[in-house]
């Protein structure tokens, strides 16, 4: 299937082909049932398999688009929606929805929330209230996604990596992880704190502060802050995250955000 992908990425010509269009299909529906990933462990990295996200980007041209009804309620678009969740063993809350080619694990729990295409939600999370996940993002075990959260979608460009929330992660309400950050396992992302490609994370607990980009290290303890800037017009405050400890060993994994905070004693 790689084969085939790659050469259809080069010539567009070819999705009018048989075999490059059941090959995309195949692909999707691999994706579907998780059996392919766009991203995966390597490690203590992560290797992206930038041909499936090329297979992603080529299944939209080759879709037509059709009305879809669900009881009063209609959609016009390209993709079809997941089905048989009672199968799968996942929990889904009106209004939910995820697309076709999106793979949820058995105990993942939708709230009225969004996952996209590519997405991998693993076994035990939660997606909570109005929470989205974006295309080909990576969603480990037994992570919870507050209320309001946004976890970002990327296809393009190809060789990027996905946004990706390890195991055990908290993610506080309307949180928004994007641009390929990572969230390292059994961390903890209080209210509000917003991820880039090029938000500073700055680990504040020693005595003099440790940097870090696009990268939130396994069990920190996460808030939003600030840094001074100075431009033309002045000096102003420009947002970072603040990593302010570490959760402890006492602090059990399924822990509410106010607990993991008040270790610290941190306002929610």
Not at 216 to 244: D, H, M, N, W
Request: hydrophobic content about 40%.
């Amino acid at each position: 299937m790689q084969n085939i992908i790659e050469k259809a990425w080069e010539d567009r010509s070819l999705l009018n082909n048989a075999d490059t269009r059941k090959a995309i299909e195949n692909v999707i529906e691999e994706l579907d049932k998780g059996r392919l990933r766009v991203a995966e462990p390597d490690g203590d990295s992560w290797k992206v398999n930038d041909w499936v996200k090329k297979a992603v980007i080529l299944y939209f041209p080759i879709r037509q688009m059709e009305t879809i009804e669900v009881g009063p309620m209609e959609f016009h678009d390209k993709m079809a929606l997941k089905r048989d969740y009672a199968a799968l063993g996942v929990r889904v809350v009106p209004h939910a929805v995820a697309r076709y080619g999106a793979f949820l694990a058995k105990g993942v729990i939708m709230m009225p929330s969004y996952v996209n295409i590519g997405a991998y939600v693993d076994s035990g999370t939660m997606v909570d209230t109005w929470a989205t996940v974006g295309s080909c993002a990576q969603i480990g075990k037994d992570v919870h996604l507050s209320g309001g959260v946004g976890i970002g979608g990327v296809l393009e460009p190809v060789q990027a990596a996905p946004v990706i929330i390890e195991d055990g992660a908290f993610i506080g309400s309307r949180c928004i992880v994007v641009e390929g950050c990572r969230v390292g396992k059994e961390a903890v992302l209080g209210a509000n704190v917003v991820l880039t490609g090029s938000t500073k994370i700055i680990d504040v607990t020693g005595e003099k502060p440790v940097e870090y980009k696009g990268f939130v290290p396994p069990r920190s303890v996460v808030i939003p802050g600030t840094y001074q800037k100075k431009f033309a017009s002045g000096e102003y405050g420009v947002p970072c995250a603040l990593i302010i400890g570490k959760r402890k060993e006492s602090t059990d994994l399924k822990t509410s955000l106010n607990n993991a905070l008040r270790e610290y004693d941190v306002a929610v």
